[in-house]
């Protein structure tokens, strides 16, 4: 509870203030709802709702009537949620005053993977776990916060970190390296605290793409000893780090090149591979089905696509279906796939 509600609170208590009392119960129970604790957010108002019926017959004005009002006015000031209204406020550098973060609207969040149904399993995993953290957490449980993606490029990190947030509902929050990493002596590493303070006080997902740039091995003789400072720093802050009700995904393509004590500071490690053969044909039919398809020897263009990852499989189906409609064929054939095909492999 925030220290100036708590003195408020306290205050009403004080005076015998019942009205002040109850609408500061309300706030109190939101604030727990906007923090995700929903189940605690619950059991108090179900202990104010007893409490309200109990002294019905003797308060002057109905508890019901009284209830009513406070829910008014706290659905009043619940147009725009808390945690969004919060995140408006980005942390930004202090030297430059660039922000470090960028929301992602969620309308602009993109959710549907093709994985292998064992990689899925674990992405479902999480988002279970995180639908379930109140009950996780009467048991003594924490669920999975800190997730690192790992894997080739084009397999997906990035739309995984974005299907999490759409599948949870938290807001996305980028983490801007240009904006972080500075070669001034020590403002990387405070520029790096002050994202995570932020993000620890509101429910979000935290995304740092490309997570290698500040947490490359330590063991690397040729990074000079800025680097290794700021590896030392966000190794502390990912120990510290506890998220309010949200979670942390970290990706890179250079899984190698992580320092070696990154990865048990994470709570799961989920390597994103190329997709193998029925994932390709999957993708290739979905991203071609606002379009008609003729005639295709399937097994000859997966063959011919053999190592291709995620990106460019839509890539091909996307360059396929652009040269039926600029032919005024409207029709996908075996010959504008092959053709897409061989410009992404002599590229």
Known sequence: MKAELLKRFFRAIASSDQEAIDKLTYLVIEEERSKGHTLLADQLENITKKSHKEKSTNISKPASSLLCETLRERDATRTVPE?????????????FNLPLVTIIPREKLRHHMVLPKNIEKRFCRIEREYAARDRLAHHGLRYRQ?????????????L?????????????????????????????ATNLR?????????PC??????????????????????????VNTFLQILDEYQPSSGLLVAA?????????ALWRRFDDLIAVPKPGEQELEFILKETLSAIE??????????????DFSAAQAVRVAQD????????????????????????????
């Open 83 to 95: 945690n969004l209204e919060s995140l408006t406020e980005l942390p930004t550098s202090k030297r």
């Open 146 to 158: 800190k997730i690192l993606l790992y894997g080739p490029p084009g397999c997906g990190k990035t």
């Open 160 to 188: 995984g970190a974005e299907r999490l947030a759409w599948n949870t509902g938290l807001p996305l929050l980028k983490v801007r390296f240009d904006a972080m990493v500075s070669s001034f002596l020590g403002e990387t």
């Open 194 to 202: 002050l994202v995570f303070e932020d993000a620890s006080k509101n």
């Open 205 to 230: 997902l935290l995304f740092l793409d490309e997570c290698d740039s500040i947490a490359k091995s330590r063991e690397d003789y040729q990074e000079v000893g800025e680097i290794k400072r700021v």
């Open 252 to 260: 890179t393509n250079l899984n190698k090149s992580l320092d070696t």
């Open 293 to 306: 398809i003729g005639s295709i020897n399937w097994s000859r263009i997966i063959e011919q696509m053999k």
């Open 320 to 347: 396929a279906a652009k040269r039926a409609i600029l032919e005024r064929e409207e029709l996908v054939i075996q010959e504008h796939l092959e053709e897409a095909i061989a410009e992404i492999q002599v590229s």
